[in-house]
């Protein structure tokens, strides 16, 4: 079970950025970074709150980062295949890291299953010695999607995993996001309306009040919910079209 508590999180002006811009948030990528620990390699970030997984909170000193980001997954925004490595090794960089697997026969079987999950093994299955960047954007997404799943995780995180990719692609990476949250606890970050009203079980909706005021939660609820019966004035406005 993932559960967050009342919190922020928060970053100092970083390289080029002027300093009435320091302390702005992390914006709507926040709860996912944060969850994955990533907030943690950027120089000067904070949280504060909790985030629980499973009872034990993510962001306590001494936690395992390692066993951490094996149990919770992060597919970006852009395809990031890592660009030295071929399509199978991008799958099993994670099952040697983290589940210290070595025997090939073992690694081949992981590769492929994590494959099939992300419906990529078919298209794929002739070039798992070819660079992982010569894929088309939505396989690489998709072979991304499957980098996660190998290591088999509990939670997978998503930060706008389509804003990148045509239509086509799009319903691909939503048709096995679909598939996908039977077994996983997916967590997606989004501004596309639609399409958080076509595949998620629950919306959040944040926001922020002013420019480098802190993000912060206003509604959530069941997505038909949500959508058909906002309570707040502000999730209203969004959804309507009247602000954002």
Do not use: K
């Not at 690694?107 to 093994?121: C, F, I, K, S």
């Amino acid at each position: 079970m993932l559960r967050a508590t009342s919190g922020s999180a928060s970053h100092p002006a970083g390289p080029g950025q002027d300093d009435p811009h320091r302390g702005d948030p992390l914006g709507s990528r926040s709860p996912s970074r944060s969850t994955g620990a990533l907030h943690q390699t950027v120089p000067g970030a904070r949280t504060d709150g909790q985030i629980l997984l499973d009872g034990t909170d993510v962001l306590a000193p001494g936690t395992d980062r390692v066993e951490l980001r094996r149990r919770v997954g992060m597919v970006f925004q852009r395809p990031n295949p890592f660009p030295t490595m071929s399509v199978y090794d991008n799958v099993a960089a994670g099952i040697r890291l983290g589940r210290h697997i070595r025997r090939r026969s073992t690694l081949d079987d992981a590769v492929e299953r994590a494959l099939r999950q992300a419906h990529l093994w078919h298209e794929v299955r002739d070039r798992l010695d070819a660079p992982g960047l010569s894929l088309s954007g939505g396989q690489q997404q998709r072979l991304c999607i499957a980098r996660a799943l190998a290591v088999d995780p509990d939670v997978i995180l998503l930060d706008e995993p389509c804003s990148a990719l045509d239509p086509i692609s799009t319903q691909a990476i939503e048709d096995l996001l679909t598939q996908l949250r039977d077994r996983y606890t997916l967590v997606i970050v989004t501004h596309n309306l639609p399409q958080a009203a076509r595949i998620s079980d629950v919306t959040a909706f944040l926001t922020v009040a002013s420019p480098n005021e802190p993000g912060r939660l206003i509604e959530v609820a069941p997505t038909p919910v949500l959508f058909a019966q906002p309570t707040h004035p502000a999730t209203d406005q969004f959804l309507s079209g009247r602000i954002g």
